[in-house]
């Protein structure tokens, strides 16, 4: 089955899953119709900012890109080598995401912390994610959110500990997320 480009890896999951369950989505996901995400990261331009996140140390900046299209999101940190130690993506959406939606770690290559943003700018979850070695896209485990949310944010492993950042802490969000409800610090 070719999945047409405009139609995310996430979308086309949820899809799935809700005729058949998240196992069922991700096996039958065929991934021949995707352009590798060394390509698609050449064609996809990403902005930056710097993002606050206040924890029990104080606050914590950190450069991240800003991953706001489908197309964006989909690829996300697919086929890095590294990520700098105060860096990260933010996938941003425009509207609050399921509980039940979340990340994978096909084709990642490096092991990830993963905060997830309710819509008051506070870290409602967090979950580390490991790189997944199989080249089956079925073989590798979807880290579910478990909490609805407007953003997430994907760092370095270790990251959020070594801070002492944890779930309640305030992200000072950019642009229009932080018009939604922003957090007090």
Not at 17 to 35: K, M, N
Not at 65 to 71: H, Y
């Amino acid at each position: 089955m070719k999945i047409p480009p405009s139609l995310t890896r996430r979308r086309f999951l949820s899809g799935l899953a809700a005729i058949g369950g998240a196992a069922g989505a991700i096996a039958w996901l065929p991934l021949a119709g995707w352009p590798s995400s060394t390509a698609r990261a050449a064609e996809l331009h990403l902005a930056s900012t710097t993002l606050a996140i206040h924890g029990d140390q104080g606050p914590s900046r950190l450069e991240v890109e800003l991953a706001e299209s489908p197309q964006q999101r989909a690829n996300g940190l697919m086929g890095r080598e590294q990520l700098g130690e105060d860096a990260g993506m933010l996938f941003v959406y425009q509207r609050p995401q399921s509980p039940d939606s979340g990340f994978w770690m096909y084709r990642t290559l490096i092991p990830l912390d993963i905060a997830f943003i309710d819509r008051n700018g506070r870290i409602a979850a967090i979950h580390q994610m490991t790189p997944c070695g199989s080249s089956v896209s079925a073989d590798c485990r979807a880290y579910r959110a478990g909490v609805a949310y407007i953003a997430a944010l994907e760092v370095n492993a270790g990251y959020f500990a070594k801070r002492g950042i944890d779930v309640g802490d305030c992200v000072s969000l950019p642009g229009s997320l932080a018009r939604q409800g922003q957090c007090e610090p």
